[in-house]
Nanobody, 126 residues
């Protein structure tokens, strides 16, 4: 069974930066697209960024465009989310998830992803 462990979260001031990592085990990471999601208290889980199986295509939510960069290193079974210019509204638990197929368009709905990590907390506060 494919498993993920997210890391890199923490407390950061507004305008600061973090890099989240998603390490896969129990299988290879190159079977399909990977998505980053987040869930803030009292809100639904939402799509943040996605990347195709070979890293050639990416897609970002409008709220994070220009501030977050997703990348992947399939040789290390790791996906990254570089987060710049963080805002208080970015505060959430961040999850990575894997799609088991190879869709033409990177899915944005959480229900499209069967494999999930446990999440890492990101708190942006002064």
């Amino acid at each position: 069974q494919l498993q993920f462990v997210e890391s890199g979260g923490g407390l950061v001031q507004p305008g600061g930066s973090l890099r989240l990592s998603c390490k896969a085990s129990g299988g290879t990471l190159d079977n399909g697209p990977i998505g980053w999601f987040r869930q803030a208290p009292g809100k639904e889980r939402e799509f943040v960024a996605g990347i195709s199986r070979n890293g050639g295509r990416t897609y970002y939510a409008d709220s994070v465009k220009g501030r977050l960069i997703i990348s992947r290193d399939n040789t290390r079974n790791t996906v990254y989310l570089r987060m710049n210019s963080l805002k208080p509204e970015d505060t959430a638990v961040y999850y990575c998830a894997a799609h088991r197929l190879r869709p033409l368009v990177i899915p944005r709905a959480p229900t499209e992803y069967p494999y999930w990590g446990q999440g890492t907390q990101v708190t942006v506060s002064s």
